[in-house]
């Protein structure tokens, strides 16, 4: 099997972040098959090591690293624990029918198998480090015991832009926020339903400075304009975003109001949406009566509209600029996830930043505006920075193939998003790491795609450089 036979492979297993038993499961039959020695812990991230090629075995090892976990969206409703991806090929595209793809991180787990399995290669000692729960806190990197490690010197495989290799990225955690909900029983008023949706997403930490519409944001304003026009009674759901480190791509509330009057919402509407009118094209913003009454369901009163002023109060996107590198996000906020049961509306989280004392004054001022709005908070998935390694003999190695290959020098970029690096840097002294992949276009969104040749050209280039 070659690399994209194993990629197929993987998409034919349900495998996104929390439900990684049977991606796990597969990885250990893999190494079991190939006769290879195989590591998977309580966390069930997976080691599986090959030794040296004849002629190979005084090279330094490599770790090549990668996660088994994607952010598994759907259009349609489909239960996503269940189904195998539906892949489809438009040219150069190999993309998945409305749902994600899981390029991200795939490519990765689907290159180490290939590595692996091809005995015609001529390789160092190879250690296939993949480790779960990535999208949602790099849980598995953070509980790893990397003490079976030989290698100082790893390749992650989790970039998107061929020809840009990633040598440092921000830290950051994620903040769960508990809002506490009061039962009422509301006399008159009308059950409205209230959509945002067919906004673009994207991922927080790549596309966090494109100026894309947060759909969670979008519905706090509109709530928060109900609520200071004195419509606004009780609310009986909400609901948007698939992770706290995707930008909400759609929301939906269920509310109880004096009657709205069409004008009023289409004025709402336009003020909200004003500043994203030439980025969000395809957006929609809808409002329609529905069946339930004050009389029937449970209803919740938002006193001073409490939610939609947390909602609004919040920040959200890029906080601040790098002063040290043009173009780079120092610091962000993301909110991700709003969903709402009957004792409280709970919303996710994700702050990055390169700096680790704006993290945490981030994090202390998110913290701050909670508990003015009563609500109860907890920090988790906190992970650390990658700095900048001016010694990098591992860079230097790449960056000569890549330019022998292709006939130019790629492009050395700090990410804002995280990456396992960091986690790594932290556990195996002076590990030198650079992370690089193929072109993949929308992750974490259902229009990621990923451009068949260039995942042909790196996988090329990837063998090339362990070769050499």
């Known amino acids: 099997m070659n690399y994209l036979d194993y990629f197929k492979k993987i998409c034919s297993i349900p495998h996104g972040s929390g439900n990684v ?7 250990v039959s893999f190494a079991k098959e190939h006769n290879l020695e195989c590591h998977r812990d309580d966390a069930l991230n997976v080691i599986i090591i090959k030794e040296a090629s004849k002629g190979r075995e005084g090279d330094e090892p ?56 091809d005995e015609t290669l001529s390789l160092p000692r190879i250690e296939l480090v993949v480790t779960t729960d990535e999208e949602v806190g790099m849980i598995g990197a953070t509980a790893l015991d990397t003490s079976v490690l030989k290698g100082k010197r790893m390749i992650n495989i989790d970039s998107e832009e061929e020809g ?14 508990s809002f506490p909900l009061t039962e009422t029983s509301p006399e ?39 609520a200071d026009a004195k419509l606004l009674l009780a609310i009986n759901d909400i609901k948007g975003g698939t ?22 919402f289409e004025i709402i509407k336009y003020e909200v949406m004003e500043k994203y009118l030439k980025i969000e094209t395809t957006a929609e913003i809808t409002l329609k009566k529905t069946e339930a009454t004050a009389n029937s369901g449970k209803w919740f009163y938002n006193p001073e509209s409490t939610l939609s002023g947390l ?13 040290d590198i043009e173009g780079l996000v120092e610091t962000s906020l993301n909110v991700g996830i709003i969903k ?21 004054n981030l994090i202390k001022h998110v913290l701050d505006i909670a508990a003015n709005y009563g609500a109860k908070t907890n920090v988790h998935g906190d992970y650390p920075g990658w700095a900048y390694r001016e010694n990098s003999p591992l860079r230097d190695r790449m960056v000569e193939v890549y330019t022998e290959m292709f006939g130019s020098r790629p492009e050395i970029r700090a990410l804002h998003a995280g990456l396992e690096c960091g986690v790594f840097a932290g556990k195996i002294k002076d ?22 040749s260039s995942a042909k050209r790196m996988w090329d280039y990837l063998v090339k450089v362990l070769e050499k």
């Open 431 to 452: 590990l030198d790491c650079i992370s690089f992949g193929p072109n993949l276009y929308d992750i974490h969104t259902t229009s990621e795609r990923m451009s068949l």
């Open 243 to 264: 992770a706290d480190n995707a930008i909400a791509l759609g929301c939906t509330a269920t509310i109880l109001c004096k009657p709205i009057e069409s004008e009023l």
């Open 164 to 177: 840009i290799f990633l040598v440092s990225c921000a830290g950051g955690a994620r903040i769960d926020i």
């Open 62 to 117: 490599v770790i090549i690293q990668g996660h088994m976990d994607m952010v598994a969206v759907s259009d349609d409703g489909r239960d996503m624990t269940k189904v195998s991806l539906e892949l489809k090929e438009d040219g150069d595209f190999l993309y998945a029918d409305k749902t994600s793809l899981g390029g991200d991180d795939g490519i990765a787990v689907a290159y180490g198998l290939a590595l692996l399995s």
């Open 188 to 226: 008159g008023g009308e059950a409205y339903e209230i959509t945002v949706e067919g906004l673009l997403g994207g991922h927080s930490g790549t596309e966090i400075n494109k100026g894309r519409a947060n759909a969670i944001r979008l519905m706090g304003r509109i709530l928060k304009k109900l």
């Open 21 to 27: 038993q049977a991606i796990s499961d597969y990885l």
């Open 311 to 323: 909602l609004t109060t919040l920040p959200n996107g890029v906080i601040a600029m790098s002063k």
């Open 340 to 360: 709402m049961d009957e004792r409280s509306v709970d919303i996710s989280i994700s702050v990055r930043s390169s700096i680790d004392e704006e993290k945490e």
